[in-house]
């Protein structure tokens, strides 16, 4: 089993900036790929940015160059410093990792909970 949990969404205002974090926890072997997608209202889920294991990076057009994702492999989690925030950047946010758990093989594709980001005008 494992565990992917975020923090540090909240309601901030336009131009302002937000941390998320998402730790995995459980029997975890190694992480690969792990990413940030987000999911406002009536839209479909989409993917915010990725990082693989050894730190390369992928951003979606709309936050590059405004949110920056990080990981420590050391402690399984993985950030996300929104910088420059617009109202258009207001969702669900959802953690996600590529994992292997001990003792099984192949990649379990798993999910955080989610965590709200509210950016006003």
């Known amino acids: 089993q494992v565990q992917l949990v975020e923090s540090g969404g909240g309601l901030v205002q336009a131009g302002g900036s937000l941390r998320l974090s998402c730790a995995a926890s459980?029997?975890?072997?190694?992480?690969?790929?792990m990413a940030w997608y987000r999911q406002a209202p009536g839209k479909q889920r989409e993917l915010v940015a990725n990082?693989?294991?050894?730190?390369?990076?992928n951003y979606a057009d709309s936050v590059k160059g405004r949110f920056i994702i990080s990981r420590d492999n050391i402690k399984n989690t993985v950030y996300l410093q929104m910088e420059s925030l617009e109202p258009e950047d207001t969702a669900v946010y959802y953690c996600?990792?590529?994992?292997?758990?001990?003792?099984?093989?192949?990649?379990?594709?798993?999910w955080g909970q989610g965590t709200q980001v509210t950016v006003s005008s």
């Open positions: 459980g029997s975890i072997l190694t992480i690969s790929t």
């Open positions: 990082i693989s294991r050894g730190g390369i990076t």
């Open positions: 996600n990792g590529l994992v292997v758990l001990r003792g099984l093989t192949g990649l379990r594709n798993s």
